[in-house]
């Protein structure tokens, strides 16, 4: 019981402590699985220990729609055991689509939670997370969401 106790413990305070936010990003998203495929440039920057933004330029596609998207998120961070955080946050995009000989102007809200490791004695961050974007202004509308594996170099 006692061990149950302090494991609970253990991480309850993983959950509460403040984050160490690293004060910049630079890489790279890689996602798929729902609407679209494709990568992202992604840039991070610490706000606090505990938020940062996100800012992502976004390349993706599927047989009939290409898409390009400027993505931009603020995240809360919170640190788990050993080097990993996770994050949860409100973002925003803007999208360019290619359809069928056709093309849009798109606006979408939408959100994004997902966990990170940061390495330790190089500047690296490795991520996986969700980002549900529903497009509410233009000509395709709905939601949009996929999976996505981040790695960036941190400083």
Same mark, same amino acid.
């Given at each position: 019981m006692k061990r149950l106790l302090l494991f609970i413990a253990i991480i309850s305070f993983g959950f509460i402590a403040s984050a160490q936010?690293? %004060? *910049?990003? @630079? /890489? &790279?998203?890689f996602y798929g699985g729902g609407d679209f495929n494709g990568a992202e440039i992604s840039? =991070?920057?610490g706000v606090s220990d505990r938020h940062r933004t996100e800012l992502d330029a976004s390349f993706g596609f599927r047989s009939d729609n290409t898409r390009i998207a400027l993505v931009g998120i603020y995240h809360w961070v919170w640190n788990l055991p050993g080097r990993f955080s996770w994050y949860l946050g409100p973002g925003a995009s803007i #999208? *360019?689509?290619s359809y069928n000989d056709n093309s849009y102007v798109n606006i979408g809200? &939408?959100? =994004?939670? &997902?966990i990170e490791y940061n390495f330790n /004695?190089? %500047? @690296?961050?490795? #991520? @996986?997370? &969700?980002r549900p974007i529903w497009d509410f202004l233009g000509d395709v509308n709905g939601l949009g969401w996929g999976a996505a594996l981040g790695i960036r170099y941190t400083w």
């Open positions: 936010v690293t %004060p *910049y990003a @630079l /890489g &790279g998203r840039f =991070q920057k #999208s *360019y689509d809200i &939408g959100g =994004q939670i &997902g /004695g190089i %500047p @690296l961050m490795v #991520s @996986l997370d &969700g």
